[in-house]
């Protein structure tokens, strides 16, 4: 399985970017995919992730309120509209997906529990 993440770029503080993330290969199947960010120096967090049907969406709080994800199942593509930017948003934006049953309602959010990750794409957010 490849994750091709794409739409990092520069902006101001206040302005938008759009990523994407494209899963290819076979003999998977999607349960969920998230996006994480890492920024210069931590760990690696959750920012929001979505169940395969698209139904049910979590969101660390920082993020409520200005990001939506979504998903094409058809597809297989994931999307991250991220808008009023902050410079705290600055960090690199990694795709996940996994494939593997969950027993919850809620997308999970820690970074063991996805299999397949891309390869990243940075986000800059200037002041």
């Known amino acids: 399985v490849q994750l091709q993440a794409s739409g990092g770029g520069s902006v101001q503080a206040g302005g938008s970017l759009r990523l994407s993330c494209a899963a290819s290969?076979?003999?998977?199947?999607?349960?969920?995919m998230g996006w994480f960010r890492q920024a210069p120096g931590k760990e690696r967090e959750f920012v929001a992730a979505?169940?395969?049907?698209?139904?049910?969406?979590r969101y660390v709080d920082s993020a409520k309120d200005r990001f939506t994800i979504s998903r094409v199942s058809a597809e297989n593509t994931m999307f991250l509209q991220m808008n009023m930017l902050k410079p705290d948003d600055t960090a690199v934006y990694y795709c996940?997906?996994?494939?593997?049953?969950?027993?919850?309602?809620?997308?999970?959010?820690?970074?063991?529990?996805?299999?397949?990750w891309g390869q990243g794409t940075q986000v800059t957010v200037s002041s």
């Open positions: 979505i169940r395969r049907n698209g139904a049910i969406a």
């Open positions: 996940a997906l996994r494939d593997q049953p969950i027993l919850t309602a809620s997308p999970p959010i820690q970074t063991y529990e996805y299999q397949y």
């Open positions: 290969g076979s003999g998977f199947s999607v349960s969920a």
